[in-house]
């Protein structure tokens, strides 16, 4: 059973270049989510899905764009990356809603120069 | 502002050395608490939901507690694969991220 499935694992960009995270989940969950680790900060809620075609912020969604026209898949897009977006993300998904147990995805290490 | 702290930021114990991490929230009204635990290199992976006040949860050599503005948990006799970031998540009314995640306790066993 793959779960949820990211990829890159890394990925190095330069500035103001267009980066896409994948993520993928084979638990046909209906939520979805994106959050960003960084030191000292936890981890913080990027953008989150209800279901297909449904879409929302979270604390710190400047300069991303999510879309979800599948259920099973959840593509994060950096639209011009910057050095402020160097961090770990994690793609999670629930089955119960937005405010139960997650199952979080291993992580893409993203670097922009 | 709503936060969560956990402390210690790190922590070092010898096998069998018990001891407890703390999450302390600012804000009344808590609907849930949870607790993840975080290998390097990996994403968090869930370990206990505690709703109210007085709940305890048990996992193995964990166990999670909770009051009205904190929770612990408390490893007994921990051994080396038990080292890992220990994090807490809290779901607010007030929150607009839906749930706010502390920033972890790193506890590390030393044989």
């Known amino acids: 059973d793959a779960g949820i499935t990211q990829s890159p694992r890394y990925k190095i960009t330069e500035t103001g270049r267009q980066v896409t995270l994948m993520c993928h989940q084979t638990?046909?969950?209906?939520?979805m989510f994106w959050y960003r680790q960084d030191l000292g900060h936890g981890l913080r809620l990027i953008y989150y899905?209800?279901?297909?075609?449904?879409?929302d912020k979270g604390e710190v969604s400047d300069g991303y764009v999510v879309s979800r026209s599948k259920t099973e898949n959840f593509p994060l897009t950096l639209e011009s990356a910057t050095r402020s977006q160097t961090s770990v993300y994690f793609c999670?998904?629930?089955?119960?809603?937005?405010?139960?147990?997650?199952?979080f995805g291993s992580g893409t290490q993203l670097s922009v120069l | 502002e709503d936060q969560v702290t956990q402390s210690p930021e790190a922590l070092r114990l010898q096998e069998g050395e018990s001891s407890s991490l703390n999450c302390s929230y600012t804000?009344?009204?808590?609907?849930?608490l949870f607790w993840y635990r975080q290998d390097p290199g990996k994403g968090p992976e869930f370990l206990f939901t505690?709703?109210?006040a007085g709940e305890e949860k048990e996992k193995e050599r964990l166990k999670a507690t909770l009051t009205k503005k904190e929770s612990f948990l408390h490893i007994t006799a921990p051994k080396p694969e038990d080292s890992a970031t220990y994090l807490c998540?809290?779901?607010?009314?007030?929150?607009?991220?839906?749930?706010?995640f502390g920033s972890g306790t790193r506890l590390s066993i030393r044989p």
């Open positions: 638990w046909s969950h209906s939520y």
């Open positions: 804000v009344s009204g808590l609907r849930g």
């Open positions: 505690l709703y109210s």
């Open positions: 899905s209800a279901a297909a075609d449904i879409t």
């Open positions: 998540a809290v779901d607010l009314p007030s929150s607009a991220s839906k749930i706010i």
């Open positions: 999670a998904s629930s089955p119960q809603g937005i405010n139960e147990k997650l199952f």
